[in-house]
């Protein structure tokens, strides 16, 4: 493969990846670390890049074949995870987070702009986008990537060289690594890349050589060098983001999430070049929601309905579930997805490095780990979310 197709591939990677979740967390994050942002945001750095480029390469090792390598875990457990991550990635959380953040941008400075008629128009883009499955990976890589990553480079040099005052945080080291660790795992990005690995591995093998095509091995390897320099594109974004939130932690502090972006541009370019921030945010969500929604109309056609409707009816479900769920907002969606996240997201990093190790060394206890590791996390989070409510009612009665 030729590097100038290696890098527009890392391109399309890094754009795929990059939505909504990306936005908003890192910006978060740094302006609730403060001074304990470069801890806050190792940890996210692990869950949010490292994590999803282990997911990668598993699932390129199976060929991009998310069903067989979900499926390793055992076929019922499989099936549970593909619909709860399809729902996630899909309708029910991370295209209609990116719809809305998108309008969240646009709001700031075109407050007329309903949020029912910003979905309405972004429905017949994505849908318009999506109708030619193969042209996918070609704008994320072309067109998305390139644009979206020289916006966002530019708001962060210019944060960085800006005077600011850093909010002051009540966090030690080891409670912002964790914050960042667990942060990581809302932005959906290893469940991304488990389902878009099919989109890139269809990629690579039409920048191949016919002869080469077959070799899996290969195959594997130029998904791990393209998802090295996406992940790398994607861990500078998130230090420079949480950098100069926390930089400018004040000036951002009461700004709702969805208009964090908008506000630190204002911040840090002045009030006119804030424009720039809807348009990257804008790019940002929306090229990242033409790709989820491809991949959940696929899922719906393919395997939910058993091939018995065709792509272009089940694009136009999802595009219609997508509108749907946009309109609870950022908050509503949010309450939704997070308790899914949480519980899921650690046997899907088990699951990724076992599948690994089995592809490695034939490692041969996918399901017993997977389990335990979803039954353990189901304990821990029962007993901390018994411990909150409990805290609670003791506030209540006094």
């Avoid at 949480?342 to 060394?361: H, R």
Wanted: hydrophobic letters at 60%.
């Amino acid at each position: 493969m030729q590097p100038f197709r290696l890098v527009q591939l890392g391109l399309a990677i890094f754009a795929m990846l990059f939505g909504a979740g990306s936005v908003v967390y890192p910006l978060c994050l740094g302006r609730d670390a403060g001074s304990m942002v470069l801890f806050a945001v190792a940890g996210f750095i692990v869950t949010g890049v490292l994590v999803p480029l282990i997911g990668l390469i598993s699932a390129a090792l199976f060929n991009g074949d998310y069903k067989r390598f979900l499926g390793m875990a055992g076929r019922w457990p499989g099936m549970i995870i593909a619909f709860i991550c399809m729902l996630l990635l899909g309708p029910l959380g991370a295209t209609p987070r990116c719809i809305t953040l998108a309008h969240g941008a646009v709001h700031w400075h075109v407050p007329a702009i309903s949020l029912f008629i910003f979905s309405v128009v972004t429905a017949v883009l994505i849908f318009f986008a999506t109708m030619r499955r193969s042209m996918v990976v070609e704008l994320m890589g072309k067109v998305f990537g390139p644009i979206k990553l020289a916006l966002l480079f530019l708001i962060i040099i210019c944060g960085l060289f800006a005077t600011a005052a850093p909010l002051t945080t009540v966090l030690d080291s080891g409670t912002a690594f964790t914050r960042g660790f667990t942060d990581g795992y809302l932005t959906l990005d290893l469940i991304a890349t488990i389902f878009f690995s099919a989109l890139i591995v269809r990629s690579i093998r039409a920048s191949m050589k016919p002869e080469e095509q077959g070799d899996q091995a290969a195959v594997a390897l130029y998904g791990l060098k393209a998802g090295v320099i996406g992940g790398s594109l994607l861990g500078l974004v998130y230090i420079g983001f949480s950098v100069v939130a926390a930089q400018h932690g004040l000036a951002i502090a009461f700004i709702e999430k969805r208009q964090l972006l908008s506000a630190l541009a204002a911040e840090v370019l002045g009030a006119p070049a804030s424009i720039l921030a809807n348009i990257t945010t804008v790019v940002a969500c929306l090229s990242t929601a033409i790709a989820l929604t491809t991949v959940f109309a696929e899922y719906l056609a393919s395997e939910l309905c058993g091939a018995r409707i065709k792509y272009i009816h089940a694009l136009m479900i999802t595009v219609a579930m997508n509108f749907a769920m946009t309109n609870l907002g950022f908050s509503g969606i949010e309450a939704v997805m997070e308790p899914l996240v949480v519980i899921c997201y650690p046997a899907l990093i088990v699951l990724s490095l076992a599948n690994a190790a089995y592809v490695f060394w034939g490692f041969n206890y996918i399901k017993e780990v997977v389990i335990a590791t979803l039954l353990i996390n189901l304990v821990v989070t029962g007993m901390k979310n018994a411990s909150e409510i409990k805290t609670i009612i003791s506030g209540i009665l006094g």
